[in-house]
């Protein structure tokens, strides 16, 4: 009897893990999505501008006379506790510097200027008004690819101004070269933000995706990171046919899958990666008490951003300091024992241009909005579970903000063909390791190139 027993609760075990496995492994279908849904004012009209026009980066003289007025007139900072450095955040010692430079040095007009030596446009996309740089290449005898860069939150298409020209000029041993066109995000740098509900990172997926048609591109390459690669892993699934490859330096696996190898793989770690490599998540304690201290932005944009905008709207301090906080604790979390806390790893004029962009566009808040809707969305959480078949390189910097290993990437992207981790470099790449990040662009979309022939010719011999 209890053998009996002992027998049908092992089979109801087995049947339950099996169960268990297909539900991880299940693929939803995709949801339905409205490919032209108006983001704009009021209702859409019945013919929509279709206009691209040229845009001029400005930093007029009425907001910077106002923004030195409150730097001035800001109460004076409560003085960081004793030998804290940047535990408690910002060392208000060191914001004290920041924001002296930015009063005294740093220069407005030059930074503006050196924004528009790239060709800058705007073009109205689902009733928003969309911001990119377009940057062709001089050269002769190369092949030349379309790239969309994508950045993240609190930053903009300046992120990319330094890696660039980096991009657009030939490189030996690549017979091509990349045709740049990076896009702030809607609500992010010099883009039109919304005032309707749940512009998720979805939905500015089928935005990017119409920028591109826009443009004229049918099929280009794409690279990303932060919320700039939570917006291409969403076009790589919902348009796979349209690109023909992704390079990220935040590669990141949402499905549930992924959810629990990451648990399970903390029991025997080194089975499933490279022992040099296992203290980036695990221990759990270690990697959840990282999770708890640096996450509380997250939480809050995810669930009241308009209640800290309010604040960080109305006083520049208070935007530099919340922004460039989380910029130092993302370029490198193990520098909390000094009082720049990570922010010495970026030049201090590119940290000033993302802080004097967001207060010159007024766009802390329609930037911080795209982490509730992010968490609002359930067609988010879909197709974040369903894998995608573009060829996908990841690069791996050592302080990146999650860090996740090839095998559980593969989860979401099911042709990763090339996958480099770094012993240094941080969230912020095209800032912070620019030309690290460019070389790998290059050799990610030879890898890429690779793949397709290899592709085209097993699928034209199916003896293979």
């Not at 060709?119 to 790239?147: C, N, S, W």
């Not at 994508?150 to 890696?163: A, M, R, T």
């Not at 990451?262 to 029991?267: D, M, T």
């Not at 996450?295 to 309010?310: E, N, R």
Request: aromatic residues 12%.
């Amino acid at each position: 009897m209890f053998k009996t027993l002992a027998f049908y609760i092992a089979l109801v075990a087995v049947g339950a893990g099996v169960g268990f496995k297909y539900y991880l492994e299940a693929v939803p279908d995709l949801p339905e999505l409205d490919y032209q849904r108006w983001w704009g004012d009021g209702q859409k009209p019945q013919k929509d501008d279709e206009s691209i026009r040229p845009f001029k980066v400005t930093f007029n003289d009425s907001m910077i006379d106002d923004l030195k007025q409150r730097l001035i007139k800001r109460r004076p900072f409560r003085q960081s506790l004793e030998g804290t450095q940047s535990l408690y955040g910002m060392n208000t010692l060191y914001l004290e510097k920041i924001i002296k430079y930015w009063l005294e040095e740093y220069n407005f007009k030059e930074r503006a200027d050196r924004l528009n030596r790239f060709p800058h446009f705007k073009t109205r996309i689902q009733g928003l008004d969309i911001h990119y740089m377009h940057v062709k290449p001089e050269a002769k005898d190369k092949k030349v690819l379309p790239l969309l860069m994508l950045h993240g939150w609190p930053s903009s298409s300046k992120e990319f101004d330094i890696v660039i020209p980096m991009l657009t000029k030939p490189v030996e041993g690549y017979d091509f070269v990349f045709e740049v066109i990076a896009a702030d995000l809607p609500g992010f740098g010099f883009s039109q933000g919304t005032n309707k509900r749940g512009l998720s990172p979805l939905q500015i997926a089928i935005i990017m995706r119409n920028l591109m048609k826009r443009v004229g591109f049918k099929q280009y390459y794409i690279q990303a990171g932060d919320w700039g690669s939570q917006v291409a892993t969403h076009m790589t699934t919902v348009f796979p046919n349209d690109i023909l490859g992704f390079h990220t330096n935040m590669p990141l696996s949402s499905r549930p899958i992924s959810d629990v190898k990451f648990f399970l793989g903390s029991f025997f770690p080194s089975l499933f990666m490279e022992q040099k490599y296992i203290s980036r998540i695990y221990p759990l304690k270690k990697f959840f008490d990282y999770v708890v201290r640096e996450s509380g932005y997250l939480h809050l944009q995810a669930t009241k951003p308009d209640s800290v905008g309010v604040a960080l709207t109305d006083s520049p301090a208070g935007l530099a300091a919340y922004t460039l906080e989380k910029i130092a604790v993302c370029s490198n979390r193990d520098q909390l024992d000094t009082p720049h806390g990570g922010l010495e790893n970026i030049a201090l004029d590119d940290l000033l241009d993302t802080v004097t962009i967001l207060w010159a566009n007024d766009c802390i808040v329609t930037s911080m909005r795209i982490y509730m809707e992010a968490f609002a969305s359930d067609d988010v959480f879909v197709v974040h579970n369903i894998p995608t078949p573009v060829p996908t390189a990841a690069i791996k910097f050592k302080y990146e903000v999650v860090y996740q290993p090839d095998w559980i990437l593969r989860d979401k992207f099911l042709n990763l063909v090339r996958s480099t981790t770094l012993d240094f470099g941080g969230h912020f790449a095209a800032l912070h390791t620019p030309k690290d990040l460019a070389d790998d662009v290059f050799a990610a979309v030879n890898d890429i190139i690779k793949f397709h022939k290899n592709a085209s010719s097993n699928n034209s011999n199916p003896t293979k």
